[in-house]
């Protein structure tokens, strides 16, 4: 490995882990899904080991100048509505090239991020049962738009830690045949 290219690294890694400080100070503040007791006796969220294979920056067809709405059923029975802004492929680490939705507030023209849901192999065993979230930043270039998807920042939703919480759950174009160690898991 060159120099530049372990300080890219050292610095991705810097900045995933302090992304992943950040979350943790924001459940310890009690501005997390968290309360009570289980607030109390927090210790931190579980994560796999940073992994820049899980990371890409990718061009976003888009599906059109006003995303289709799409309904994704929640865990309480309601139904949450988003739009299907566009489709990145990344080459997911051991199976390959994967098409998957990113959506978006409806009404947005131009986001500056999307929602991407979804399950995979580690789901209800390494990982939360229902599946994981990301936030994929997006950047515009005129009318081109890319995504940083980034599986290390994957997510639980707040109902994975109590009740009381509406969470969509993954489409099941999202159930990946891959298990995704990366981003966060259950604890050991």
């Known amino acids: 490995m060159n120099d530049l290219h372990a300080q890219e690294a050292g610095a991705y890694a810097a900045g995933l882990l302090a992304w992943w400080a950040a979350r943790e100070q924001a459940f310890r503040e009690g501005r997390g899904p968290l309360r009570g007791a289980a607030l109390e006796g927090f210790a931190g969220l579980s994560r796999y080991a940073p992994d820049p294979a899980w990371?890409?920056?990718?061009?976003?067809?888009?599906l059109g100048d006003f995303p289709a709405e799409v309904q994704f059923p929640a865990t309480d029975g309601a139904v949450k509505w988003w739009g299907a802004f566009g489709q990145v492929t990344p080459a997911l680490?051991?199976?390959?090239?994967?098409?998957?939705?990113?959506?978006?507030?409806l009404g947005e023209e131009r986001p500056a991020q999307a929602?991407?849901?979804?399950?995979?192999?580690?789901?209800?065993?390494?990982?939360?049962g229902l599946g994981r979230y990301l936030d994929v930043p997006l950047s515009w270039a005129g009318e081109s738009v890319s995504a940083q998807l980034d599986f290390n920042r994957a997510y639980f939703p707040s109902c994975a830690y109590g009740e009381g919480f509406s969470c969509p759950l993954p489409p099941q174009e999202h159930w990946l045949?891959?298990?995704v160690r990366a981003g966060e898991r259950l604890p050991e």
């Open 115 to 128: 929602f991407l849901p979804f399950r995979d192999v580690t789901s209800g065993q390494e990982t939360y």
């Open 177 to 179: 045949s891959v298990a």
């Open 55 to 62: 990371a890409w920056t990718l061009p976003v067809q888009r």
């Open 93 to 105: 680490p051991g199976v390959g090239p994967v098409t998957l939705t990113l959506y978006t507030p």
